[in-house]
């Protein structure tokens, strides 16, 4: 069951700002799964701790459309650099949730998770419900090395003379 524990921590920096800090416990309440219709990633979830800072993170977030568009466009630079290194990219974002909409959300989900006709759409749908208006709050850039023994096959294969075609499901930048 998912939920929040809400501890007060020893931030000294905050403290002299005026800002009440909390440190956070959150428990996984539901899981979107992978759909490439919502344009969602594969999720990895898990129980985090993380350190919430005061008032003083809401007023760096409000300065603008010109700010985030500058934002957005030096993040997918980023990204488009990363895929064509062959990099495997996450975005990693976050929105606050009110209470009654994440209970609503959630109802919702249920729903939509324990639906025999249309499953699937109303997954997706459920899932672009929540995944708006997200804050960025990092990027990540791993490489994704092929398993082992995949190089020498491909040569074994090129040298017999067969024709080799790789198919992937993500970003055509990604499949070098």
Known sequence: NGGQNLIPTDNQNAEENGQETMQKDTF??????????????????????????????????????EWEMATMLGIQAHLGDFASEGL????????????????NWLSN??????????????????????ERDLHIVGVTAI????????????????????KLWVLTGDKRETAI
Do not use: H, M, W
């Not at 490439?36 to 999720?43: L, P, Y």
């Not at 990219?89 to 209970?103: D, M, S």
């Not at 490489?143 to 067969?162: N, R, Y």
């Open 88 to 103: 495997r990219t996450l975005v990693l974002g976050v929105r606050i949730l009110g209470e009654e909409e994440c209970e």
């Open 143 to 162: 490489e994704d090395q092929l398993q082992d023994g995949v190089p020498d096959t491909i040569a074994t294969l090129e040298s017999a003379g067969i």
């Open 28 to 65: 996984l309440s539901s899981v979107v799964e992978d759909g490439s219709e919502a344009g969602t990633g594969d999720k990895n979830v898990f129980r985090t701790r993380s350190l919430e800072i005061g008032t003083g993170e809401k007023e760096i977030r409000e300065e603008g459309d």
């Open 109 to 130: 989900y249920r729903a939509a998770a324990t639906s025999i006709k249309d499953r699937e759409k109303k997954l997706t749908d459920v899932a672009l419900a929540i």
